[in-house]
DNA sequence: GCTTGACCTGTTATGATATTACATACATAG
DNA sequence: CTATGTATGTAATATCATAACAGGTCAAGC
């Protein structure tokens, strides 16, 4: 499986609005350049984005929330797709891997990547009340665990950041 | 129930000895040690530190590693304890409300806490080869990520921080 | 001492999440 | 066209977690 590439800040529409999730925008402009990104991005590795994969990759960006593997599932039986539980998770592991998605531990559940194929593992902010889900930049983090971790010897190879709390909107309403 | 003590880095094993988890070291005198914590402790918010969860801490002390609530369930029932998940699961949400113990998301596991009763939420450093647990200092990863946040006008309310690697010794072995 | 009420424990049943194993279909390379 | 690798479908099962209720323990207040 090739490495996807580096990422580009000038190119990437999750860092030129990293408030996307938390504000109003054109989300179907949003989703729609992500969709086109997965399939020059999946085109170029050679993966395929088959038909299961690219419709779990259209509910995942529907909205800027995570979904469980099942509430996938249901969806995708309704479209005359297999209904059993490995037919969700495959797809959302492919998705996963070519980093078009992302695995939110807190909720076991899966979010479309905002920065599709930028291979990052970002930081998650993530509303309670609503269920969206914010990427940030997990770099500081992770820096600032890393002084701890070789004190003690520990190699990290993987973290996960995931942040609860409210998003603006739901603040707003409370 | 009343909020713990404040953390006193003078009196805290934890703090005393970062490297607790992947070190060797007079493990009877650590475990006992947190289990006198945890009886002040208890008797000092006014929690009753019954049978099952007094046990459930001594089973989460015999290592530095996090266990899955079936398997301490499993040890409960050998006991002569209940063997139903909600004997497993509701000792462990005591001692996790208590301080006494952590939830490890990363695992679905429990593990001890080697600060108890400091009312801390600590990092994890976790070994995928030996499942040992270490606690780190969370609080530079979560100013991090305060700072984005607040870009984006989220509240944090809590922020699970864990890192997968391989321990000192985990490491000597490959 | 008895009643009452809070809390703890046990048990049944069920729900939610995830994987293994195997069969079938399909694309593409040779 | 056939062999090969990959993707999908399906059944069965494993793993993690909670709801709902019944019964027991214990101490406060009468
Ligand atoms: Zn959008
Ligand atoms: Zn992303
Ligand atoms: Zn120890
Ligand atoms: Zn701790």
Redesign the interface.
Known sequence: MPTPAPHNPATCPGCAA??LA?AAHDHAHCAADALARAHAITAASGARLTPVRRRVLEILLEDHRALGAYDVLARLAADGFGNQPPVAYRALEFLVEQGLAHRI??LNAFTACAHPGEAHAP?F?I??SCHSV?E??AA??????A???A??????????????????AC?DQA
């Open positions: 990293p408030d938390f531990q807190r930081a902010l509303c309670r914010a940030a930049e500081p983090a992770r820096d600032a665990l002084h701890d971790a004190r003690l010897g520990f190699t990290i190879e993987r973290t996960t950041i995931e942040a609860l709390g409210l998003c603006p603040k």
